[in-house]
């Protein structure tokens, strides 16, 4: 089965440290992969996406993230962390749906704790 | 551009009851998802529409849901009758590209408590 998998539950950063959320797929050919942020009580929020080229991807608000096809990876990053970063990140990919047509399936997400 | 809007915000029913929810894609988007998200899960895809046709709806328990989308704009989901595991936030998606995931925008969401 395709899949995506967040290994991190939570992740506690100090502000101004850099922050690296992971995640690693599962899908069959070329991964389109997908970072989104959730505040509370809000809608997800698209922050980057690869779908082919170079492998470091560069997002909204700082992020970017690293495609590694070897280790099927794609972790989100951010070089200096701010307190208002604090928010659940889901990491997504492209899975084919049948009928010739596409959808995302998610991770179970990361808290991410950014402590000033 | 309006985004996809949602309504209600929350609704808090007792089991047994049903529910309605509502979404309104952005304009031109004819490709609309539904899905489920469960506290400390990620979402799950219930239902995708390409217009006013379903695409899959392979995770819907076909049971206790329905959804429909007329005319291809508006989309509803309904339970009947909710039970306690339906507790969850209900996100409503619409995408530009046909066929494909590139474009995801995503409501508000509809928090639902069942009690």
Same mark, same amino acid.
């Given at each position: ?12 950063? *100090?502000?101004g440290?850099? +922050?690296? %959320? ?6 069959? /050919? ?6 989104? %942020? ?17 492998? +470091? ?6 992020f ?11 972790? +989100? ?5 701010? %307190?208002?970063?604090? *928010?659940?990140?889901?990491?997504? *990919?492209? %899975?084919?749906? /049948? ?12 808290? +991410?704790?950014?402590?000033? | 551009?309006?985004?996809?809007? #949602? ?12 529910? &309605? ?8 988007h ?10 400390g899960? =990620?979402?799950?895809?219930l239902? #995708?529409?390409?217009?006013?046709g ?14 429909e ?6 989309? @509803?989901?309904?339970?009947?009758? &909710?039970?306690?595991e339906?507790? &969850? ?11 494909? &995931?590139?474009?995801? @925008?995503? =409501?508000? =969401? @509809?928090?639902? @408590?069942?009690?």
């Amino acid at each position: 089965a395709q899949s995506v998998a967040q290994p991190e539950d939570q992740v506690n950063v *100090a502000e101004g440290n850099p +922050l690296t %959320v992971k995640c690693t797929y599962s899908v069959s /050919g070329n991964p389109y992969l997908f970072w989104y %942020v959730q505040y509370p009580n809000r809608g997800l929020q698209f922050l980057l996406k690869y779908i082919t080229g170079d492998n +470091l991807v560069k997002g909204s608000y700082g992020f970017e993230a690293e495609f590694n096809k070897s280790q099927t990876s794609f972790h +989100l990053k951010k070089p200096s962390a701010l %307190v208002s970063d604090s *928010a659940l990140y889901f990491c997504a *990919a492209r %899975v084919g749906s /049948g009928a010739g047509s596409y959808q995302l399936t998610f991770g179970k997400g990361t808290k +991410l704790s950014v402590i000033p | 551009e309006a985004g996809v809007a #949602q309504s209600p915000r929350y609704k808090i029913i007792e089991k047994r009851q049903s529910v &309605a929810f509502w979404c309104n894609p952005i304009s031109g988007h004819a490709t609309l998802y539904w899905y489920q998200q469960i506290l400390g899960q =990620g979402p799950k895809l219930l239902i #995708q529409f390409q217009n006013n046709g379903v695409v899959d709806d392979s995770q819907l328990p076909k049971d206790r849901f329905s959804a429909e989308r007329l005319k291809g704009v508006d989309s @509803t989901l309904k339970i009947q009758p &909710a039970k306690l595991e339906d507790s &969850a936030v209900y996100l409503c998606a619409s995408s530009l590209v046909f066929r494909d &995931a590139y474009g995801y @925008t995503f =409501g508000s =969401g @509809t928090r639902l @408590t069942v009690v």
